[in-house]
Structure formats: structure tokens, C-alpha cells
């Protein structure tokens, strides 16, 4: 039997939306690996709002895998994760061409990403609330019953008042162990946990891993392991992942062993939730 009894608030149809007569395009902001984003204006209300426009093409074959599960799609799942750490989602439609779109809150700001890349060290105090501010995010997906699956600074924003929020769910899954089982490597390759690379059963501990990977970068400008394309540097036991220590010589003891242990190669030595994580580092001062 499917999921869809599980999911009793998903899956209502809705009319087909023609896109650029309900929003004025001001600005295409990004466009990923499966969607392209633009900052638009509402025609109705005059809101101005982001427009998320899926891929079909390239999202299609990952959402055709759970089809007899009836997974929720991206925009049922984004209404249902809320929380201050995280983008909101306001509504989702079908436009004209049958290909799902999603109307997001618009946030000012920019990607952690971004921020990292420029290679300018953070001061203590950003470091400490970005890496606790990714954990609550991650926190609230897992409280809404799902797995995020590609937890990465690209899909963190930083807003002008060093809020962080998250976004991006076309990868999220219900967190049940039919939408858990081994499959294809699904993430971003530097963030993958090693049990997705080896096509293993998972759990959210995979995005506790993410977190720890995501963490580690904030607070050294690197990852634990040579930067690659596949994911295979978090494989080896040979080549443990560099100690935190090295890069961020004054550390808090207590952060540098929560984060190390989110890096853990075994699921079952990973803190075992974002609870546990927060709890591990909540004595630590900025």
C-alpha cells in the first residue's frame, strides 16, 4: 500500500496558471540545477514575491520514482515546513505546460555560499550563530516529518541582519522508509553522507552529516576533505576528515567536538538529531 493516506492535506488539484500574465518578472535571480528563480510582482495584489519555475524535464524522473508512494510535491512540502529559519512558502500551481511552480517569500540577502567563497574569515560571534541557525533550520524539517537530502551553504540565504534561512526542498522526502531506501546518489557531492554515496538505506542523520560538513566550513573556509565532484573523499577511512582544530585554532572544545561528530562516517556515532546537536554546544559563547 502507498502513503498517500499519510499525506491526508496533499495533493488537491489546482488550476493551470498562465505565469507571466498573474507575475511581472523584475529580476531572475538564479537559476539551478532544476529550477529557475525570479523576483516578480504580483498583478493581483501588487506583492512582490519569489517565483520558483520547476524543470520538468530534469525533476520529472526523480519525482516518477515515488509516484505509487504518493509523495507530496516540492510546494506541499515546502507549506509544510514553517519556522523563522526557514523560506516560506506561500503557494504552488501548474502552469499552462503542466510543470509545477512555487511562490515563495522574497528574501533579501545572499548565499552563504557566496559569503564563504569570498574567502573573508567570519568573526567568532557569525560563525557560532550561522552554525546554530543552520541546525535549527534543519531542525524544523526534520520536525515536519521530512529529510532534506541536500543540506550545503548554497542553500542557505544570509540576510542583511545575518538571519539565516533555509530553502530549496526538490530533493526533501517524507521521512518514511519507503522514500529512504537505496537509490541514486542524490545531493550535492561535497555534502553527501557516505551512505548515500554508497547507495545505502538513510535517515535524517544524513543531513546531520551535511550539517557537520556545512559547519565546518563556516568556520575554516574549507571542507574536511579534498574538494571533489562524486563524493568519494567522505569514503575513505584511510583519509579522515581534517581536524577542525587546524583551521579555527581557538575553537570552542565543546563545537569542535559536536561538529566532528556530525562528520562521523557511521550514522549511529552521529549526534542523533539537531536537538542533541543544539543541546552539545549550548554553553559555547559568542
Not at 105 to 126: C, N, P
Not at 262 to 284: G, H, K, M, Q, W
Amino acid at each position: 500500500m502507498g502513503f498517500v493516506n499519510l499525506f491526508p492535506f496533499f495533493g488537491g488539484k489546482k488550476s493551470k496558471v498562465d505565469l507571466w500574465r498573474r507575475y511581472e518578472k523584475l529580476q531572475e535571480s538564479s537559476s539551478g540545477t532544476m529550477s529557475t528563480f525570479y523576483k516578480v510582482r504580483d498583478r493581483r495584489t501588487g506583492e512582490v514575491v519569489g517565483l520558483k519555475v520547476v524543470n520538468m524535464a530534469k525533476a520529472g524522473p526523480i519525482e516518477h520514482r515515488y509516484r505509487k508512494l504518493g509523495k507530496p510535491n516540492e510546494g506541499e512540502i515546502g507549506m509544510a515546513i514553517t519556522g523563522p529559519k526557514i523560506v516560506k512558502t506561500l503557494d504552488w500551481g501548474t502552469t499552462l505546460e503542466g510543470g509545477l511552480y512555487l511562490v515563495e517569500e522574497f528574501v533579501e540577502g545572499r548565499l552563504l555560499h557566496v559569503l564563504i567563497s569570498s574567502r573573508k574569515a567570519l568573526d567568532r560571534t557569525r560563525r557560532l550563530n550561522f552554525i546554530r541557525q543552520a541546525a535549527e533550520a534543519i531542525g524544523a524539517v526534520h520536525a515536519a516529518g521530512f529529510v532534506h537530502r541536500d543540506i550545503c551553504p548554497r542553500n542557505f540565504l544570509v540576510t542583511p541582519d545575518d538571519c539565516l534561512k533555509l530553502f530549496d526542498f526538490g530533493l526533501t522526502v517524507p521521512d518514511k522508509p519507503a522514500f529512504l531506501q537505496p537509490g541514486n546518489r542524490t545531493g550535492t557531492p561535497n555534502y553527501m553522507a557516505p551512505e548515500v554515496v554508497r547507495r545505502r538505506s538513510i535517515d535524517k542523520r544524513i543531513d546531520i552529516f551535511s550539517l557537520g560538513v556545512t559547519a565546518f566550513e563556516i568556520g575554516t573556509l574549507h571542507l574536511p576533505w579534498p574538494r571533489g565532484t562524486t563524493g568519494q573523499a567522505a569514503l575513505s577511512h584511510d583519509s579522515p576528515p581534517a581536524d577542525i582544530r587546524a583551521g579555527w585554532p581557538d575553537i570552542p572544545e565543546p563545537l569542535a567536538r559536536a561538529i566532528m561528530a556530525c562528520l562521523e562516517a557511521d550514522p549511529t556515532r552521529r549526534p542523533a538529531s539537531t536537538e542533541v546537536f543544539l543541546n552539545s554546544i549550548a554553553a559555547v559563547n559568542a
